[in-house]
């Protein structure tokens, strides 16, 4: 008891400091460079009923380059106190009225008022894969699985922590796979194969990497196998003819975050645990995918039959199971909830490009390398007078292309670019740049 006592002001103790720096109401910070900004949409958002709460709210434009994008979901309750049950939550991004991709889910804790216990839990999330659908004007909907009623139930605060820099690989494309809140597992006149199609996806040419995110939680109890909340089950994509496995389960909700709390939270469950995030599976597939065609892509679940069912004729009440009827208490229907997508990256030009300059210059101007001779990197310099789409190339003296360096619109301003030539032999390259009408080539000569 007094490990729980001291654990609770521990853990209220963090929270009070992570929103005194970061939480502070009504402060955006806009960034500078390598700095984050930080944007509060849903605040406070009062949530007792199983609806979705929409709301369109304004984030940062694409002319700032962010490297990560994390997603504050804080819950809390009520003066009156909150639902004290562990309900599914999640946050959406709505494109229009048939598209919608789930960023987010969570999992609402049991009682966590009184003594000992956070008051409020503070859930992080890396939302950098929808990248490029977090921007500008955005639609969200936040929803709470719960039918509480009444004056009880949840404060739902999401802020989103906008963090300057380059990827290497930059997300320009989320793929909807699999989106099913209901896919009814054990039974064979339903079987999971008609909720999860397999699907014939197309990958852009210019994809250079590629992963599917798959945030897939068991719910019911009281069946065979006490599935699905209960059931340790094995899910496999295959996407071509490679397989990639995964164990739906968590055994690590005793040591939840959002602790301690009242009830039953400390039991490892399917791939969730009352008061925390659900942890989306990611698979890296670039190697199975090839950029230019189809990919196709199957989601399976582990075989299983659910004896006990009211549509299963065999079953006996009492000796099969207890009821062979769902009473929505302790025999509720097996099934998952899920929600998947394929995440598409390309090449970042802007990784090897720097601006050093931000003042207009009078003119286009490419310099000379240097060092020159350089072993294994040299670094180029120039300048851009007006904004323009630039490339800046590498060939060979035959003028064979050896390396796209920069490829992109730039604004006005002084810019340098590294070129790591050390997998390339000795000889003389020939780099050229590209501005609008402006063309300049100089020559450098490796030396190993």
Same mark, same amino acid.
């Given at each position: 008891m007094k490990?729980?006592?001291?654990? =609770?002001?521990?853990?209220?103790?963090? &929270?009070?400091?992570?929103?005194?720096?970061?939480?502070?109401?009504?402060?955006?910070?806009k960034a500078s460079p390598g700095d984050t900004t930080w944007v509060t949409t849903f605040n406070q958002n009062f949530q007792n009923w199983a609806d979705v709460h929409y709301a369109s709210f304004?984030?940062?434009?694409?002319? /700032?380059?962010?490297?990560?994008?994390?997603?504050?979901?804080?819950?809390? *309750?009520?003066?009156?106190? *909150?639902?004290?049950?562990?309900?599914?939550?999640?946050?959406?991004?709505?494109?229009? @009225?048939?598209?919608?991709?789930?960023?987010?889910r969570v999992i609402t804790p049991y009682n966590i008022v009184g003594g000992g216990y956070p008051g409020?839990?503070?859930?992080? +999330? #890396?939302?950098?894969?929808?990248?490029?659908?977090?921007? #500008?004007q955005v639609r969200l909907g936040s929803y709470i699985e719960s039918w509480i009623g =009444? /004056?009880?139930?949840?404060?739902?605060?999401?802020?989103?922590?906008?963090?300057?820099?380059?990827l290497a690989d930059k997300p320009f494309k989320v793929v909807n796979l699999y989106q099913d809140n209901h896919v009814l597992y054990g039974d064979p006149a339903n079987p999971p194969e008609t909720h999860l199609p397999q699907q014939n996806v197309s990958v852009d040419p210019q994809t250079s990497k590629a992963k599917i995110r798959v945030v897939t939680t068991g719910h019911?109890?009281?069946? @065979?196998?006490?599935?699905?909340?209960? @059931?340790?089950? &094995?899910? /496999?994509?295959?996407? =071509?003819?490679?397989?990639?496995?995964? %164990?739906?389960?968590?055994?690590d909700c005793s040591t939840n975050p959002c602790s301690p709390q009242g009830g039953t939270w400390q039991y490892a469950r399917a791939g969730w645990c009352p008061?925390? @995030?659900?942890?989306?599976?990611?698979? #890296?597939? /670039?190697?199975? &995918?090839?950029?230019?065609?189809?990919?196709?892509?199957?989601?399976?679940?582990?075989?299983?039959? +659910?004896?006990?069912r009211p549509t299963n004729p065999s079953c006996v009440n009492g000796v099969t199971?207890? #009821?062979?009827?769902?009473?929505?208490? =302790?025999?509720?229907?097996?099934?998952?909830t899920i929600q998947s997508q394929l995440i598409l990256y390309k090449p970042n030009p802007f990784i090897n490009i720097q601006n050093i300059n931000s003042e207009i210059p009078a003119s286009y101007l490419l310099e000379q390398n240097y060092p020159n001779p350089f072993n294994p990197s040299t670094t180029i310099q120039f300048e851009i007078s007006k904004a323009s789409f630039v490339r800046l190339y590498i060939y060979d003296v035959q003028g064979k292309l050896v390396e796209n360096i920069f490829e992109g619109n730039l604004n006005p301003g002084s810019f340098?670019?590294?070129?790591?030539?050390?997998?390339?032999? %000795?000889?003389?390259y020939i780099y050229k740049l590209e501005a609008g009408d402006f063309s300049s080539t100089k020559r450098m000569m490796l030396v190993k």
């Open positions: 490990n729980n006592l001291l654990f =609770g002001f521990i853990r209220k103790f963090f &929270i009070l400091i992570l929103l005194f720096i970061f939480f502070i109401p009504g402060k955006e910070l304004n984030l940062p434009d694409t002319n /700032t380059h962010y490297k990560q994008i994390l997603m504050f979901y804080t819950i809390g *309750c009520p003066a009156s106190g *909150c639902d004290p049950w562990d309900r599914l939550g999640w946050v959406r991004l709505y494109v229009d @009225s048939t598209t919608n991709y789930e960023i987010a409020q839990c503070v859930f992080v +999330n #890396d939302v950098t894969d929808f990248m490029p659908l977090l921007h #500008d =009444g /004056t009880r139930g949840w404060l739902v605060t999401v802020k989103f922590a906008f963090i300057e820099g380059e019911g109890q009281g069946n @065979s196998d006490n599935a699905a909340e209960f @059931s340790f089950k &094995i899910h /496999t994509l295959l996407v =071509g003819s490679n397989s990639f496995a995964h %164990s739906l389960w968590r055994g008061g925390a @995030s659900v942890i989306p599976w990611e698979n #890296d597939v /670039t190697s199975s &995918i090839t950029p230019g065609q189809n990919a196709v892509i199957d989601y399976n679940l582990q075989a299983y039959e +659910n004896f006990c199971c207890s #009821d062979c009827n769902f009473n929505y208490n =302790g025999h509720t229907e097996p099934h998952y340098k670019a590294q070129w790591n030539a050390g997998d390339k032999p %000795s000889g003389i």
